[in-house]
């Protein structure tokens, strides 16, 4: 198995403003992935992010409000620019061991 | 596209029971894995039981065992003895096997199953 931890946890936020996530993983993996949760729905993915190259974006989502970076093969951040109300959900972050997928704790971002 | 169905929005069982959960998926592709994962509310996604499609015998972990029909594209989840702490959502997923490592999963709308003492 792969341990990802992820945070913040949780973070209430202003509009306008931006949230960075962080998520590291305890092993070298080739591709994360980061998926949202909106409130009591289920989760789809925003972006694939590969180490050295761009994220790969899901349709839906682009990279000014959903900037991915991928500076190793452990570690990726996702951040949610200019926030509004509407981007109020769950942030995963995922990787894999094989077709087999591990996720981060989570990040509960309230916008107010 | 792939595509995935639960149609059970909530469920209930009492403790000690036997409760079945349903899904059913689309896809054109024909290698590609099956997955049951749990959220609690603490929201961490914990995986339950994947299923190779490859693979005729339906895979079983403990009290979690799978019905898996491939020509009929259902994928349905039993747990036996339920327990308290199944209590949890239950999002049925799609991966297909790229071969390489873009292992992107395609997640149903989700099953809230209450277990009741």
């Known amino acids: 198995s792969a341990v990802i931890s992820q945070k913040p946890s949780r973070d209430i936020c202003q509009r306008g403003t931006s949230l960075t996530i962080q998520c590291q993983v305890d092993?070298?993996?080739?591709?994360m992935f980061w998926y949202r949760q909106q409130p009591g729905q289920s989760l789809t993915l925003i972006a694939t992010?590969?180490?050295?190259?761009?994220?790969?974006?899901e349709s839906g989502f682009v990279i000014d409000k959903f900037p991915i970076s991928r500076p190793n093969l452990t570690f990726s951040t996702l951040t949610v620019s200019n926030m509004s109300p509407e981007d109020s959900s769950i942030y995963l972050c995922?990787?894999?061991?094989?077709?087999?997928?591990?996720f981060g704790q989570g990040t509960r971002l309230t916008v107010v | 596209a792939q595509t995935v169905t639960q149609s059970q929005p909530e469920m209930s069982v009492q403790e000690a029971e036997t409760v079945t959960l349903s899904c059913t998926y689309d896809?054109?592709?024909?290698?590609?894995?099956l997955f049951w994962y749990k959220q609690p509310p603490s929201r961490q996604m914990i995986l339950v039981i994947r299923?190779?499609?490859?693979?005729?015998q339906n895979a079983t972990e403990n009290r979690f065992s799978v019905n898996f029909q491939k020509a009929a594209k259902s994928f349905s989840l039993k747990i036996s003895d339920s327990q308290l702490g199944d209590t949890a959502m239950y999002f049925c997923?799609?991966?297909?096997?790229?071969?390489?490592?873009?292992?992107?999963?395609?997640f149903g709308k989700g099953t809230l199953l209450t277990v009741n003492p």
């Open positions: 995922s990787a894999n061991r094989g077709p087999k997928a591990f």
């Open positions: 092993s070298q993996v080739t591709m």
């Open positions: 992010a590969n180490q050295g190259s761009e994220a790969t974006y």
């Open positions: 896809t054109s592709e024909n290698n590609y894995y």
């Open positions: 299923q190779e499609a490859y693979k005729q």
């Open positions: 997923a799609f991966m297909k096997d790229s071969g390489g490592s873009n292992y992107k999963l395609t």
